[in-house]
Each structure stands twice: as structure tokens, then as C-alpha cells.
């Protein structure tokens, strides 16, 4: 195969087409050069590393390569730049056996050979032992001989491949190799393929055989519980079982659990009444191997509290109902969205347990809610009189100073894992996703600013991988928005939102002043990270960071909890977005500087610089603001029906 060379013009003064040379220089008018003396072995196994010695005077820009003994001068293949006189080189043999020659070219034009050693590029075989059979995605221990050359691999392939053709593979670093079988039962190759030109060199058939798997789990079981289920199966690295819509495809399911974590799995059972299937899959393929039916039972929850109560005063309240983890009661305004609450408790307290009465007077409701999807159980009016009288806090930037209280750089970290596959209203998440951040960089994000992105769970599956995808430079708003538009989320990745962290540092590397990270996630961390920790160690590093935690389509309460704990852990604060417009609003508030407001230790309540008041019971607090560089404003005196202004600035 012959090659065509570029060179850096800046450097030699030329561009070299396909066959011209233009702008010649004086530097580079041809003289002659004494021989170069060469000296390389006779023969070489196809792919096998040659070395090659030389003797004579170096030009600028001579390279040497091993070429078929009847090419022209001008042409050439793989080649290495000779360093200095009397050296040592290596290349690669070529992988089409044959009479070769390794040749030393000038750099001039026309690449004239200056001295070259005649070389037989001999072929040669690998072979297996077998033939080999192996059960639907098993892996396959595979010996064998061969040349193993660097980046030789061994493959299982449908039977009547073409060379370029390989399915699973390993590389022949060692013997034996493990590759795990195709799920679908039948005829296949194990091939040997020299790694430059996939040619295969070898080859053993092997017969994959079908497998099966059997499920027990109770017929019933009520919404929002755990089900144990009993399993026999190959049990292989990714399988796993799940509880699925009756009559989805493989590629559809809800919550699993890996085989790999033991015999019986436990699974979450979804929080929506009807009929369902709890099916075995295949890790590879999703292939289901096994099903039984499952019916998710309706539950029922009662509440009793007391007609009225003064506004900011406590109350117990009294439930009956399924007591499933994470469920909880709280008082809303009448008619609020199922996904709305102020204060709350959760069931696991008992009952009765208490509840806290907002301070505005007014019609409300408590209700039982499930944890996972928050769905109304139960629900009794209540109405809030009027209490202790409140006033309002808002905390302004009233200078130029305080107002350049930025967001610095900005590192986006995106969850593409497979449940940004779900629908909302008809659109999958990630492409909301994608949409909303689209607009963060178009629309809110200053021009230039220093812009990064990094997103997990697009890659592989069953995987903690995470991926820098934009470097850290000044934003290119259309560059970045193509970029992210053309990220796809993958069944079955994982969530590493503490590894994400963790590469913030090297991601962000140079950058001086404030740092904003926007996480943007739908999921708990599923690596076994820490991000509290990994945040910890960016301030440790002494980075002047916030991180914005946006919940996307976050049902449990728990998860909220712990991402808005994660987010105070790094001066952010948490937003939740449930539909698409929330989104948006959400991404592009993640880059307000907030503030907090706390009683002794104890925060009651968050807001923004330049936003909203907040209503307060009277009293004495303390204002921290949360922005890169988080600083105590001191204490503030709230009276009631008053209205304290505080300065961000502190002036």
C-alpha cells in the first residue's frame, strides 16, 4: 500500500499535493548525498517487528520503509524519520507476503533511495485448538499458536465473514484468550486476524448452544413493594432480571437486578398498577430466556389531621397505608401538582407523625404520597389560619462588585445512561436534555467563556465510563451545541457521578477564578462512588467551585435529599425539573448565585441573589451566600410584616 506524506510548511517551507511540489525554497534545492549504508534481516513473518540499522549521512526529513522491490522511488509504506547518524529503527513488516526491500529515501523531492536491503516477507499461520463449543454468552477459553503481533486479534464470527468482518475479539497479548460467545445459539469461526489488514491467518468452528432460564416470584404483589425472585439461568456477567410491561420488547424493561448479585434478586416492583412480566435477559443482547407473569396490586391509604392549624405551627397527623420506603406525608395548597411539596416526614416515623404549617393562611391539603412516583394515595383538606405574622428577606448585588460575582468557568456533566432513554410526553429525556443545554450555550452562557463538557453513560454498557467531550476553551456556542446534539444515551450504562467529579480538576486544569459545575442527571450515583467526597477534594484542591445539581425527572424524595446535601457539599445549590420547560428554566437558573438562610446550624430556607423575597417567622438569622467563593453576610433581624434588604456585597 503506498502512502502519501504532508509536512508542516512552517517548518520546510513546502506542501507536498498528491504529485506536484510548490513554493520550493532555496533551503531545499537537491544535492547530491553519499549512500546510505542499510542493514535489516532477509526475511520477516508477515507483521513482525524488522529492525533496521543505518549508516551515513541524515537529512532533513529522509525517512526509511519497507517497499515492494519493483516500486518506484516515490512510493512508499509505514516509515519512520531517521534520528541521527548510525542509528536504529523499527518497522513493521508488511502483511501481504512478497519480495520487499527496506529503503532509505531522501526527504528531497522525489524521494530518491539512498540505500536499501533486499527483504522476503514470508507468510504464516495460527491454529487453534478445537473445534469448540460454548453455551449463548459464556465466555470461550481459546488456545492458540500464532505469530502475535502487535495488535493481532482473535474473533468469533458468523460463519462466512469476510476478512474485515469480526464480532467479539481479544488481542494476543497472551494465551489462552477469553471471549464471550454470541447470544444467539448456532454455527460460528474463531479466527486468528493479523492486525493491520484483518487478514485472517487461521481458523476452528465452534458451535454455540442454546440456553434457557426459570423464574419463581409470587403471582401478586402490591405497588411499590420489593419482590424476591428465584432464578436458575447461565447466570453470565450481564444478565439480569427485571420486571417489564407486559409484552415489551427485549430492549424495554424497568427496574433489575443483576444475577451476578445472587439467588434470589430482589427488585423493586414499579409503583403503577397492571399486569407485568418478570423476565431473564441476556447481557449482551437483552435476548429474554425466560418469563412469568406478575400483577401489581392496587394500595390504599387513609390520613387524619386536624381541620385547621396556625400557620408555622407543628401538627401530627395520622396514616394508614403501605409504608413502602421513602413514602411520606405533606401539606401542600389545594390542587398543587403531585410532584409540588412544602413540609413533609416521611412514613417510616411512624403514626402519627408531625407535620410543620407553612406561614401564608390559606386552603391546603395533606397527602399520602408514594416515594418513587409520587402518586396520591390519600389526601384531606386542611386549612392554615393565620399565625405568627412573618416578614421577608431578599439579598440583593447592589455594586459592580457584587454583581461580578460570576460564574467563571463553566463544566457541564451530562447523564446519557440508558434511563435518559425514557419517555416524557412522547420525547425521550436525553433529547430534552440536549435541547435545554443547547440553550444554556446559545442563549445564557456569555461568548468566550471557558466551556467544558463531559458526559457518562453514551459509550458502553454496564460500564462507570466517563468521557471529557469538549475540552476546556472559550465557548463556540454552534461547535458545542453540534457536539451535544449528536450524544446518544445507552441502555444499561451506569451512573458514575462521582468519578465524573473527580476528573473536574484535570478537566478545568489552568483555569484560574470561580468555577461553576452544572450537573444534570436523572439517576443515583450506580458505581459506588462518593460525590459528596469527590467534591470535598476539588475545595481540598483548592478550587474556587460551585456545583448546581439539576434533577431531572427525580420522583424519589430520598434521591432529592441527597442530591441538594451533595449540592450545599459544593456552595450549589439543587433545582428540579419534571417536564420540558422546567428543564430549561432549571439549566439556565443552575448559573444564579444562591443564597441560604440558617437558624443555629439548621438551613430553612434557600433563595437566590436577585430574586425572590423569602418569608421568614421573625427572629435572628444568619445569611451565607453559596457563590463560587461562599462568604457569610452575618446576621439579619426579620420583623414581622417587615421587609429586609441585604446586600450582597456586604456594603
Excluded at 529515501?105 to 478445537?130: K, N
Excluded at 423464574?215 to 450481564?238: F, I, M, N
Excluded at 460525590?531 to 424524595?557: C, K, S
Aim: with cysteine; glycine share 10%; net charge negative.
Amino acid at each position: 500500500m503506498t502512502q502519501q506524506r504532508s509536512f508542516n510548511a512552517v517548518q520546510i517551507g513546502i506542501t507536498l499535493g498528491v504529485a506536484s511540489v510548490l513554493a520550493v525554497g532555496q533551503s531545499m534545492a537537491q544535492e547530491p548525498m553519499s549512500p546510505i549504508k542499510i542493514e535489516a534481516p532477509a526475511q520477516a513473518m508477515v507483521g513482525a517487528t524488522v529492525e533496521v540499522r543505518w549508516q551515513g549521512e541524515v537529512g532533513k526529513l529522509d525517512f526509511v520503509s519497507i517497499d515492494l522491490a519493483t516500486a518506484p522511488e516515490r512510493e512508499y509504506n509505514a516509515y519512520f524519520y531517521p534520528s541521527k547518524v548510525d542509528g536504529v529503527g523499527k518497522l513493521r513488516a508488511p502483511e501481504t507476503p512478497g519480495k520487499y526491500a527496506v529503503r532509505y529515501h531522501s526527504g528531497a523531492s522525489g524521494y530518491a533511495v539512498r540505500g536499501l536491503s533486499p527483504i522476503e516477507v514470508i507468510d504464516t499461520t495460527a491454529t487453534f485448538q478445537g473445534p469448540l463449543t460454548a453455551d449463548a454468552g459464556a465466555q470461550v477459553e481459546i488456545h492458540w499458536t500464532g505469530p502475535a503481533n502487535e495488535r493481532d486479534y482473535i474473533s468469533i464470527d458468523p460463519a462466512g465473514s469476510d476478512d474485515a468482518a469480526y464480532g467479539k475479539y481479544a488481542y494476543t497479548k497472551k494465551t489462552p484468550v477469553k471471549i464471550r460467545a454470541p447470544e444467539q445459539p448456532g454455527q460460528y469461526l474463531v479466527r486468528y486476524h493479523l492486525g493491520q489488514t484483518r487478514r485472517v491467518i487461521g481458523q476452528t468452528p465452534l458451535t454455540v448452544g442454546a440456553v434457557t432460564a426459570t423464574l419463581e416470584a409470587p403471582a401478586q404483589v402490591q405497588a411499590g413493594s420489593t419482590v424476591s425472585v428465584t432464578w436458575t439461568g447461565p447466570g453470565h456477567e450481564r444478565d439480569y432480571i427485571s420486571i417489564d410491561p407486559a409484552g415489551a420488547s427485549k430492549d424495554e424493561y424497568l427496574r433489575y437486578s443483576y444475577t451476578k448479585t445472587g439467588n434470589p434478586v430482589v427488585i423493586q416492583v414499579p409503583e403503577e398498577v397492571g399486569s407485568y412480566e418478570i423476565r431473564y435477559h441476556q447481557g449482551q443482547a437483552r435476548t429474554v430466556l425466560g418469563s412469568i407473569p406478575l400483577e401489581v396490586l392496587a394500595n390504599t391509604a387513609t390520613i387524619a389531621g386536624p381541620a385547621s392549624v396556625a400557620g408555622g405551627s407543628d401538627f401530627e397527623v395520622a396514616w394508614t397505608g403501605p409504608g413502602n420506603a421513602s413514602d411520606y406525608i405533606t401539606i401542600v395548597p389545594v390542587g398543587a401538582p403531585a410532584h409540588d411539596y412544602l413540609d413533609y416526614t416521611y412514613t417510616k416515623s411512624g403514626s402519627p407523625l408531625t407535620i410543620g404549617a407553612p406561614l401564608e393562611p390559606g386552603a391546603y391539603e395533606l397527602r399520602y404520597m408514594t416515594g418513587r412516583s409520587r402518586q396520591i394515595l390519600a389526601q384531606v383538606a386542611i386549612e392554615v389560619t393565620p399565625g405568627a405574622i412573618p416578614g421577608t428577606l431578599r439579598v440583593f448585588a447592589g455594586t459592580e462588585s457584587a454583581k461580578s460575582d460570576t460564574v467563571g468557568a463553566v463544566e457541564v456533566i451530562l447523564d446519557a445512561s440508558g434511563s435518559m432513554l425514557k419517555r416524557l410526553d412522547g420525547e425521550r429525556r436525553i433529547e430534552i436534555a440536549k435541547d435545554a443545554l443547547a440553550n444554556l450555550v446559545n442563549a445564557v452562557i456569555p461568548a468566550r467563556t471557558p466551556f467544558a463538557l463531559r458526559v457518562f453513560g453514551h459509550k458502553e454498557a454496564d460500564s462507570c465510563r466517563t468521557d471529557l467531550e469538549i475540552p476546556v476553551a472559550a465557548l463556540d456556542a454552534r461547535a458545542v451545541s453540534a457536539k451535544i446534539q449528536a450524544i446518544q444515551a445507552m441502555n444499561l450504562a451506569k451512573t458514575p457521578i462521582a468519578a465524573s467529579l473527580h476528573h473536574v480538576k484535570q478537566d478545568l486544569a489552568g483555569i484560574e477564578g470561580p468555577v461553576t459545575i452544572v450537573l444534570l442527571t436523572d439517576g443515583e450515583e450506580t458505581c459506588d462512588g462518593d460525590p459528596g467526597a469527590a467534591i470535598e477534594a476539588l475545595q481540598t484542591a483548592g478550587m474556587d467551585v460551585r456545583v448546581n445539581i439539576v434533577g431531572f425527572a427525580i420522583n424519589e424524595l430520598e434521591l432529592k435529599e441527597q442530591f441538594e446535601a451533595w449540592a450545599r457539599v459544593g456552595n450549589g445549590r439543587y433545582i428540579e425539573a419534571h417536564d420540558k420547560d422546567e428543564l430549561e428554566q432549571a439549566i439556565n437558573r443552575s448559573l444564579e448565585v444562591p443564597f441560604e438562610v440558617l437558624s443555629g446550624d439548621e438551613v430553612v430556607a434557600v433563595g437566590v441573589v436577585n430574586g425572590e423575597a423569602l418569608s421568614l417567622l421573625p427572629g435572628t438569622y444568619r445569611v451565607r451566600v453559596l457563590g463560587s467563593s461562599a462568604r457569610d453576610l452575618g446576621e439579619v433581624k426579620i420583623e414581622a410584616r417587615g421587609d429586609f434588604r441585604l446586600n450582597a456585597a456586604g456594603d
